[in-house]
């Protein structure tokens, strides 16, 4: 089995603006949910979420590609640019070899939103099409492959909440597989309007900043941002001499079979990605020190995803540090999996658990060592990430210290 | 060098603007066509006012009625799609036969019809329908097919523009290669809807284009060809390891050998220029695979969609493609049967495999009069297929942002 590396990291996101400032604010124990200003949220339920400050497009971008391009299309650029010099590939990769593969949900649908407003109320008779190229959320790859000169195969996932946990995955694959050198994997998300009135139909937001298995805890905290890595064999790192944050050794992915939303009540799905990702790592569940849970804060999510770390893990479940970023930077659907799979990269590299930063009274019916306050110091072998998705759709990767 | 899994196609299962198998396949080898009045897209007296929608389908027939009852249409689409391709691979998928079974759906746009009337009410009235929202994320379909059939394998959705079909696909090859799975179904879906009509049509993509004249029609490869006519549908192919199929005795449409990509340079949201760049990865990476111009009897299923733009790069690309075999080898495109959409590679997809098992090709029934400046050979309405039938079917896609995709499927 080909050893695959992380020889790069970059992210924006609610937390912070770069991967080094990322790792610190997490041992910090800082959260970044708050009212939100990107799109007005009178008269919802929920009126708060984890916004990236500055949206502002690299000052490098082609005036005409600044106009049009997305929120997310500019975060995911700005965490390519920066995994890209942290891998510092030089010549050593040739163009054609490398690959993109980034997960989202909603795209461009911020500034599609703005556009069919104007047309509904009459401010303007056509479509702004110039705003709405970049509406499709496959936008994204293709702006990074053709600004960053990422010439090899060009893939965009959209599984929901799993969607670049699986671009990981998917990344990893190509890898091993020979396709490509090295891939350039991630995923992005803006906040918008749309998914924010539709989690807030469906009593899924809470009221104050979300608290992932927290006793009391009432809903899920919308978040946006990107993450991006940049993976390659250990071979290749090594030869080239670049420095590996961590390994991707695995990835595990499943279908409830269920139902659109709701999780299968005893977390079947999870338990059977949870399983694959073991079973393809060759790993045993003792062999895993951290799991960085999905832990949406949502009475039902949390629940079974603890039920399934209890029945895939057995009395190894006690002995493992689970905890859920969530808390930090929201819920950022689409990105989700690759921020938290930043997160976790940090954790094995650095040696420490983050924490989750707003739990206050740990539920015990979950069963878990849950990490809160401001992390713990541990030197961390193997871990998790969790990510599931609307469609019912279960994805876990297993990550390693290089 | 990259691992080579041998993955085949036993199963195929359409919802198309010229209906579902076995009259799709009979139609588009005639060259007939779906196109008609465009319908609920508020298309106003003057052209562009044809669409090419899907017909007889009745998603009743194929997916249960609790179960349909909260599936939006493109769901349906696909669901009933995937049913049908279970038939016909006599997939039995009973006793636990689908726990390890996935689905890699593709589709540019998803449920946009729904995700444009929850936009409306959120103008109008502020507050989204909790009802529809869960149906708007981009893989509610895949969802839903896995539900409906009892799918617990991967589940993965695609978005890659005009090749969303392709890239869904060429990912689930990937998968049995990698040994996700042993069985995939794949393919994808896309539907028409208001919002894309608007914007189609503004930005002038649509036959007659930016009421420059012309009639409206669509005619890939066309001197006069003048935009593209939008369409909707869906195709889902069984995929599944060679040995796997062997051992049930399935019966085999074709080899999917696997497939190729080159980035041609191109702006992020346009078709690149004729003659962007010389297909030399395309050509490195099929060699790889085992194909090489002129060493048999092909045929190409271009993305060609009738726009000026696309059908000249496609033009020029594959005769460089296929040189020096560019004037014996058949080139054929779907697109002036069922319009163009995000994952009308899905039905390329199926049609490339159709025409390996059966020797015809897709006619380009439209076709009066062949861009003089395209150099290959077009399989005109009245073309005659090959007596030995075809050993490759090349799928050949650029979407706009310049990712060009080549899927290989080959006699098995």
């Known amino acids: ?402 | 060098m990259p691992e080579r899994a041998s993955v085949v196609v036993t199963g195929i299962g359409v919802v198309s603007p010229l209906g579902s198998m076995p009259a799709f396949w009979e139609r588009l080898t005639r060259g007939a066509d779906g196109l008609g009045p465009l319908e609920g897209c508020d298309a106003g007296p003057a052209p562009p006012r044809l669409g090419a929608h899907v017909r007889e389908w009745d998603p009743r027939a194929h997916v249960p009625a609790a179960l349909l009852r909260r599936m939006d249409r493109l769901s349906r689409m696909i669901v009933s799609a995937c049913r049908m391709a279970v038939a016909d691979a006599a997939l039995d998928l009973a006793g636990g036969g689908a726990a390890e079974i996935g689905i890699v759906v593709g589709t540019a746009y998803g449920n946009v019809s729904e995700s444009e009337q929850i936009i409306r009410g959120l103008v109008t009235k502020g507050r989204a329908n909790p009802l529809t929202f869960p149906n708007t994320v981009l893989n509610a379909h895949a969802g839903y097919a896995a539900m409906d059939l009892g799918l617990k394998g991967p589940n993965l959705t695609v978005a890659r523009g005009e090749a969303s079909g392709e890239g869904a696909v060429a990912l689930a090859h990937d998968m049995i290669a990698a040994g996700q799975a042993d069985v995939l179904l794949t393919g994808g879906g896309d539907e028409i809807a208001p919002i894309l009509f608007h914007v189609f049509k503004d930005l002038g993509l649509l036959s007659p284009a930016g009421g420059r004249g012309g009639r409206e029609w669509s005619s890939p490869f066309d001197r006069d060809r003048n935009g593209f006519v939008m369409g909707e549908g869906a195709a889902i192919l069984v995929l599944e390891r060679r040995e796997h199929a062997r051992v049930r005795g399935a019966r085999v449409y074709a080899e999917l050998a696997g497939y190729a990509t080159q980035s041609v340079p191109a702006s992020p949201h346009d078709w690149p220029a004729p003659g962007a760049a010389a297909p030399d990865e395309l050509v490195r990476q099929l060699a790889a695979l085992g194909w090489h111009a002129g060493r048999g009897t092909d045929l190409v299923i271009s993305g060609a969609n009738s726009t000026p733009r696309l059908d000249a790069f496609e033009a020029a690309h594959l005769a460089a493609l296929l040189a020096p075999a560019a004037g014996r080898t058949l080139v054929t495109s779907i697109k002036g049967s069922v319009g163009e959409f995000g994952a009308a590679g899905a039905l390329a997809a199926a049609a490339g495999a159709l025409a390996i098992h059966t020797g015809e090709p897709p006619r380009l029934g439209a076709l009066r009069a062949p861009d003089p400046t395209c150099d290959l050979r077009l399989a005109t309405p009245d073309c005659i297929a090959p007596a030995g039938g075809f050993d490759h079917a090349l799928v050949s896609i650029t979407p706009r942002g310049g990712g060009c995709l080549t899927l290989l499927l080959r006699c098995p």
């Open chain 1, 1 to 402: 089995m080909t050893r695959v590396v992380v020889t790069g990291v970059g992210t924006v996101n609610p937390l912070a603006r770069s991967a080094p400032a990322f790792a610190e604010a997490l041992r910090a124990g800082s959260c970044a949910i708050a009212p939100l200003t990107v799109f007005d949220t009178t008269g919802f339920r929920s009126r708060i979420g984890a916004e990236v400050p500055d949206a502002t497009p690299p000052a490098t971008l082609p005036g005409p590609l600044r106009r049009r391009i997305s929120r997310a299309d500019v975060f995911a650029l700005r965490a390519a640019i920066e995994a890209l010099a942290d891998a510092d590939l030089g010549r050593t990769v040739a163009p054609e070899r490398l690959g993109i593969v980034l997960g989202g949900t909603t795209g461009g649908m911020l500034r599609a939103e703005a556009c069919l407003r104007e047309r509904m109320t009459g401010a303007r008779r056509r479509y702004r099409h110039s705003a709405l190229v970049a509406t499709p959320v496959s936008a994204s790859a293709d702006l990074l492959a053709t600004v960053l000169g990422l010439a090899g195969p060009r893939l965009t996932l959209s599984t929901a909440c799993s969607s670049s946990a699986n671009a990981l995955g998917v990344a990893l694959d190509w890898i091993r597989l020979g396709y490509a050198d090295a891939v350039v994997a991630g995923g992005t998300e803006s906040l918008c309007a749309t998914v924010f009135a539709g989690f807030n139909s469906l009593h899924a937001l809470s009221r104050t900043p979300c608290r992932p298995f927290d006793r009391r805890r009432d809903g899920l905290s919308l978040g946006e941002g990107a993450a991006i890595v940049v993976l390659e064999s250990a071979e290749r790192a090594a030869r080239r001499g670049a420095r590996s944050h961590a390994e991707v050794r695995a990835y595990g992915t499943s279908a409830d079979a269920h139902h659109l939303t709701a999780p299968h009540p005893d977390g079947a799905g999870a338990v059977l990605a949870m399983r694959r990702a073991l079973a393809q790592a060759r790993l045993e569940p003792e062999d895993v020190d951290y799991i960085n849970a999905h832990g949406t804060g949502t009475p039902l999510n949390d629940a079974v995803e603890s039920v399934a770390i209890t029945a895939v893990f057995g009395a190894a479940a006690r002995r493992l540090a689970v905890s859920s970023t969530k808390a930090a930077v929201g819920h950022t659907l689409g990105a989700a999996g690759a921020i938290e799979a930043v997160a976790t990269i940090v954790a094995l590299r650095d040696g420490f658990v983050p924490s989750t930063v707003t739990l206050e009274e740990p539920d015990e019916a979950c069963g878990l060592d849950l990490v809160r306050g401001q992390g713990r110091p541990a030197r961390l072998r193997w871990a998790l990430s969790n990510s599931y998705g609307f469609g019912g759709n279960n994805t876990t990767l297993v990550l390693g210290r290089a």
